[in-house]
């Protein structure tokens, strides 16, 4: 007969043996759990929890956008123009062009053909420019027989208007040669230099070339030639008596022509090209006005006028 003590010794003996295993599985899996918490946190923890971790930078996809550029206030001068030709007998023309815009802003007949007078020079000086920013010609070289250099003469057929210099630059660049230039490089076909023929509109074309100057880029010879434009003193002609007599506020950067009749006692032509620069407010406008038979002092009421709009006046 089996002793009751025996089977009971036997009992908690079995029943430590379960015990200890179900602990055993229980250490084992809480140190499973452990391990895995740790290894999944090492995964996901930002960098700054890992100092030995590398850096990892994530790049901004930026895409490329157009701005089109801001384009200033537009100011239409037409009732400007309509006023004026009003006031004015004789023939007369008017264009105005807005640099910054790119447009014209007011005009009247700007195709209408005259003799140019001293415009014509604008043509040959921009050439001769040209001609010394490609080493074609060499700015102390002696232009013909004028007594001055080719840089010298540049700078006086704008200055001073003089015309023995323009006139030896001319043959000496080929007067066939400049007509072809005006039509072919400049894209201006409605003027004839060589019959001292052109309009408005093509003259502000050949200011808007001097403007940009995509091909002189010699910064000396851009120096003089903006100079030449704009310091102008007076010898026996006063060469600032039109357009920029008018402004007070302004740089005005211009070249006359003219013809004057002292016999009448009046001007058979005078023609004034100007660019006109408002420092403060950085704002550019080309001036062209041609005429016959009109008073400079009528140009000037024209340069007053423009700059009291301008100024909201």
Known sequence: MVS??????KTISHNIDWLFVILFLIFVISVTLVICVLCFDKKVAPAVDNP?????IEEEVVEDVEVEPVLP?????????????????GNRSVLIYDLERDEVVGSYN?????????????????????KLQAREWLSDDVAGRTGHTIIECLDLAIRES???????????????????????NYGIVNSNIGGL??????????????????????????ARMKDSFLIQPTTIYNWRQGL???F??????????????????????????????????????????????????????????????????
């Open 4 to 9: 009751f003590k025996a089977d009971k010794r």
């Open 52 to 56: 030995d971790a590398p850096e990892v």
């Open 73 to 89: 206030e537009r100011i239409v001068f037409q009732g400007l123009v309509d006023e004026w030709v009003d006031g004015v007998s």
């Open 110 to 130: 700007p195709d209408e053909s005259y003799n140019t007078a001293s415009l014509y020079k604008l043509f040959v000086v921009y050439e001769g420019y040209r």
């Open 162 to 184: 003089h015309s023995e210099c323009a006139e030896t630059l001319w043959s000496m660049m080929g007067r066939e040669y400049l007509g072809d230039v005006i039509v072919n």
């Open 197 to 222: 023929t052109s309009n408005p509109r093509d003259i502000t074309k050949m200011l808007q070339i001097f403007y940009e100057h995509s091909d002189i880029i010699d910064e000396s010879l851009l």
């Open 244 to 246: 920029p007599s008018g």
């Open 248 to 313: 007070s506020r302004a740089n005005v950067y211009n070249k006359v022509g003219w013809d004057f009749n002292p016999d009448g006692n009046y001007w058979n032509i005078y023609h004034d090209a100007a660019i006109v620069e408002f420092p403060e407010s950085n704002r550019h406008f080309i001036i062209v006005i041609m005429t016959n038979r009109v008073p400079f002092q009528r140009i000037r009421d024209f340069g007053s006028k423009f700059e009291a709009q301008f100024y909201g006046e």
